[in-house]
């Protein structure tokens, strides 16, 4: 989440800047003896269809470098949010069964602005339960 963005008169222009909550690397969790990134595309081969995962290894990053431009006025924050997926396993080779965890996230990520002095848009219930927290995060922050 950006901090809250004061947009006193019309066109104005900030640069985003998120505050990191959480990072997260899309692995496998478990020991030497499981066979990590073949545990994880197995379970990604699962999601697939509704819901595919990023690539095993990659590391979430927030956005940077990007600036916004409101046409109102209001106090406005911004938001980037993944929906995220950590699935215990449990692993047999040679009579020895091993478990872990796998870590990801869905590969498209959500993101937009709340304006703190409106009611939440019309969205999807996930969208709006994620407005409502950055709106309890930051909005109501003094």
Known sequence: MTPVL????KGMTFDEQYAEINTRTAGVRAGAE???EDVYRQLAAKYEERRPLVEYGTVHHLP???SVTF???GRFVGFDWIRTV???FSY???GTTSRGVV???EAVGRGGFVNCGEPDVDASDD???MMRQVRTLRCDEG
């Open 71 to 73: 046409g109102g006025r």
């Open 6 to 9: 004061e947009a006193t008169a």
């Open 64 to 66: 940077i470098g990007d």
């Open 103 to 105: 870590t990801s996230w």
């Open 92 to 94: 047999t080779c040679d």
């Open 34 to 36: 499981v066979p990590a």
């Open 86 to 88: 950590d699935v215990p």
């Open 127 to 129: 969208d709006v339960a």
